[in-house]
């Protein structure tokens, strides 16, 4: 069988395997790059399944970033009948489209609410001992 995850990103959760091209809400990066979506809620291979408390900790999907593009536009309007009120509002989401490459362990670095983090990570900076006074 197909081994499976389950991603949240964006608010949204999305069913993918290896090799699926998905198009979710926008993510940083460009054309090219490779990100890992460490929120997997489930994990599964048809005979096993593993199911995240919320998320399965130590476990990532990584994932190229085909293109960045938006979505069709969408018209809001609104009407009320008898009192001369009407407003048309447009609206294109932002959108990433990613090949999904890999599912499994990983070590993941969170990034800031966007779900993903990039592979680059930040070492912590050493502390300082005191100086020591002379006597």
Same mark, same amino acid.
């Given at each position: 069988?197909?081994?499976?995850? $389950? %991603?949240?990103?964006?608010?949204?959760?999305?069913?993918?395997? !290896?090799?699926? $091209?998905?198009?979710?809400?926008?993510?940083?990066?460009? =054309?090219?790059?490779?990100?890992?979506?460490?929120?997997?809620?489930?994990?599964?291979?048809?005979?096993?399944?593993? $199911?995240?408390?919320?998320?399965?900790?130590?476990? %990532? $999907?990584?994932? !190229?970033?085909? !293109?960045?593009?938006?979505?069709?536009?969408?018209?809001?309007?609104?009407?009320? &009948?008898?009192?001369?009120?009407?407003?048309?509002?447009?609206? &294109?989401?932002?959108?990433?489209?990613?090949? %999904?490459?890999?599912?499994? @362990?990983?070590?993941?670095?969170?990034?800031?609410?966007?779900? =993903?983090?990039?592979?680059? @990570?930040?070492?912590?900076? =050493?502390?300082?001992?005191?100086?020591?006074?002379? !006597?």
């Amino acid at each position: 069988m197909i081994m499976f995850a $389950v %991603v949240k990103t964006g608010g949204k959760q999305y069913k993918v395997s !290896e090799g699926d $091209v998905v198009i979710i809400e926008r993510l940083e990066g460009s =054309a090219g790059d490779t990100i890992t979506l460490d929120h997997v809620l489930m994990l599964g291979d048809g005979k096993d399944l593993k $199911v995240g408390t919320p998320t399965l900790e130590g476990t %990532v $999907v990584t994932a !190229e970033i085909i !293109e960045q593009g938006r979505g069709d536009k969408v018209i809001v309007f609104k009407k009320k &009948r008898r009192h001369n009120y009407r407003r048309k509002r447009g609206h &294109r989401q932002d959108l990433t489209v990613l090949r %999904v490459k890999a599912i499994g @362990a990983g070590s993941a670095k969170k990034a800031a609410s966007t779900g =993903a983090s990039k592979s680059e @990570a930040k070492k912590p900076a =050493a502390k300082k001992a005191a100086p020591k006074k002379a !006597e």
